[in-house]
C-alpha cells in the first residue's frame, strides 16, 4: 500500500456549520489558538500537521463526538 495516496481530512468545517458555531467562540470556549482551529478547518498542510492529542479531546468532548466523526483517511486528488 502507498500511504502517499491517502491524507487525513478533518471534518471540522461541516461539525461548525451544523452547530451554527464561529470559530473564534469554539476557540474561546476550548482554549485554543484560532489559527489552529481555522488550519484544521480548512485541512491546511494536513500531511505536515501535528494536531495534540489535547486539541482533539477538547474537539471531541465540546461536540459530544468520537474521533472517527472529526477525521477520516482520504485519497488524494
Known amino acids: 500500500m502507498d500511504f502517499n495516496e491517502y491524507t487525513l481530512h478533518c471534518k471540522l468545517d461541516n461539525i461548525l456549520k451544523e452547530h451554527g458555531i ?5 476557540s474561546k470556549e ?3 489558538r484560532r489559527t489552529t482551529i481555522m ?3 480548512h485541512n491546511t498542510t494536513m500531511e505536515k500537521k501535528k494536531i495534540s492529542a489535547a486539541l482533539i479531546m477538547k474537539l471531541c468532548l465540546y461536540f459530544d463526538l468520537s474521533h472517527n466523526d472529526l477525521f477520516e483517511v482520504r485519497r488524494k486528488v
Do not use: A, P, R, T
Open 30 to 32: 476550548i482554549g485554543h
Open 22 to 26: 464561529s470559530v473564534l467562540k469554539l
Open 39 to 41: 488550519e484544521l478547518m
